[in-house]
């Protein structure tokens, strides 16, 4: 599997225009993740799916930015419309389902380690 | 409210030099404590996985431990290429879910 894709890597926009960033998860995998990070605050979970459906969107900013997960293979973030605050690097991620175990010494684990894509870094001017 | 803290802010050693960094955490529903290295440029690389007290694992020079309440990762006899941020998470439940916690991260500088 080539891991996490995301596209485009570098975005440079003006305030005011529409940015959409893309993603496509490891395939198989059942949830997939939305982050932001800056120096200032680090890696923020913005939005979380399951199964396509979105979960948490608790750490969404503002109504700006949307999200959505239309099939198992594909993601956007969407920030509409952008504003300079709004730069940063967006990570995508996705892991497996808890409820899938892998055995490691002879106990059961729940490989659920997120694994994540190269990023895109945002530049709003 | 749950949270993840990672301590030095940024380390910098000579090479050969062992050293600790620590992640300390306060989350219920603990599913399991990670481990990431960060490039500059890139995305952060998933490196260990412990999901119990007392657990240990080791790979190469790194070797992360787990207790209730903190993990180490230990750093031996480190080399410039290892040179990078290290980010620690917590996976804690969320009702039927998972949520990821990320510490700020270590940067870690080792000087030839």
């Known amino acids: 599997d080539a891991g996490v894709i995301q596209s485009p890597r570098h975005e440079v926009t003006e305030m005011g225009q529409e940015v959409t960033l893309r993603c496509k998860p490891i395939?198989?995998?059942?949830?997939l993740f939305w982050y932001r990070q800056t120096m200032m605050r680090g890696l923020e979970l913005l939005i979380y799916f399951n199964n396509n459906v979105p979960i948490d969107d608790s750490g969404m900013p503002e109504d700006r930015f949307s999200a959505k997960m239309p099939n198992a293979s594909f993601s956007t973030l969407k920030i509409q419309p952008s504003e300079p605050r709004d730069s940063a690097v967006y990570f995508c991620?996705?892991?497996?389902?808890?409820?899938?175990?892998?055995?490691?010494?002879?106990?059961?684990?729940?490989?659920?380690?997120?694994?994540f894509g190269q990023g895109t870094r945002l530049t709003v001017v | 409210e749950d949270q993840v803290t990672q301590s030095p802010e940024a380390l910098r050693l000579q090479e050969g030099e062992s050293s600790s960094l620590n992640c300390s955490y306060t989350v219920s529903g603990l599913r399991g404590l990670f481990w990431y290295r960060q490039d500059p440029g890139k995305g952060p690389e998933f490196l260990f996985t412990l999901y119990s007290a007392g657990e240990e694992k080791e790979k190469e020079r790194l070797k992360a431990t787990l207790t209730k309440k903190e993990s180490f990762l230990h750093i031996t006899a480190p080399k410039p290429e290892d040179s990078a941020t290290y980010l620690c998470?917590?996976?804690?439940?969320?009702?039927?879910?998972?949520?990821?916690?990320f510490g700020t991260g270590t940067s870690l500088t080792v000087i030839p």
């Open positions: 991620a996705s892991s497996l389902y808890p409820g899938s175990p892998e055995y490691w010494g002879g106990a059961s684990y729940m490989k659920t380690e997120a694994f």
């Open positions: 395939s198989g995998h059942d949830y």
């Open positions: 998470a917590v996976q804690a439940r969320l009702g039927t879910g998972n949520q990821f916690y």
